[in-house]
T-cell receptor, first 115, second 112 residues
């Protein structure tokens, strides 16, 4: 089944303790991205990756790191999490669009709480 | 800075009615406009999309209307059903679809 897999689904951590949220896709997509979703703010872009070893900052990259060493994986790293990073995170993947109907496939989300 | 502005924030429609969600953008480089549907506990899923070379696209009960000169586009859900109750996001990007800019979302409730 074609999908984007994020782990973990739920995570509670303490301020300052480094964590990694993993993301993997099995569709051979070039593009991968991370979003955070907060009430009233919608989906905000954290980081994008066009392909292996190519990453771009989105609208809210502060406090996050990413790496794209393999095409299928795009982990999100929080080196020193803070309470304002408590959010619902989505990983997504896509291929360069052609035609009139294409777009990102999203994972099921990771709900992160930083206390 | 929000590049895509979406309204209303929430919407209640009776079963069988028409749901209308509006979006506006400023960046004239955008030329791909998808809509996503999100159910509670799930990730957003692509619903329907349009390119600016057409003014309207219809897929079943879902229609996108696009006004290039006004830099506005909207989603119409005809014969709305309780199963359509979800959060809807409009988005915009350049043709490759690499960097998607989302609106803040509209929470739709269709009452029986």
């Amino acid at each position: 089944e074609a999908q984007v897999t994020q782990n973990p689904r739920y995570l509670i951590t303490v301020t300052g303790k480094k964590l990694t949220v993993t993301c993997s896709q099995n569709m051979n997509h070039e593009y991968m991205s991370w979003y955070r979703q907060d009430p009233g703010l919608g989906l905000r872009q954290i980081y994008y990756s066009m392909n292996v070893e190519v990453t771009d900052k989105g609208d809210v990259p502060e406090g996050y790191k990413v790496s794209r060493k393999e095409k299928r994986n795009f982990p999100l790293i929080l080196e020193s999490p803070s309470p304002n990073q408590t959010s619902l995170y989505f990983c997504a993947s896509s291929s360069p669009g052609t035609g009139a109907h294409y777009g990102y496939t999203f994972g099921s989300g990771t709900r992160l709480t930083v206390v | 800075q929000q590049q895509v502005k979406q309204s209303p924030q929430s919407l209640i429609v009776q079963k069988g009615g028409i749901s209308i969600i509006n979006c506006a953008y400023e960046n004239t480089a955008f030329d791909y406009f998808p809509w996503y549907q999100q159910f509670p506990g799930k990730g957003p899923a692509l619903l329907i999309a349009i390119r600016p070379d057409v003014s309207e696209k219809k897929e079943g009960r879902f229609t996108i209307s696009f006004n290039k000169s006004a830099k506005q586009f909207s989603l119409h859900i005809m014969d709305s059903q309780p199963g359509d109750s979800a959060t809807y996001f409009c988005a915009a990007s350049t043709h490759s679809g690499y960097a998607l800019n989302f609106g803040k979302g509209t929470s739709l409730l269709v009452t029986p």
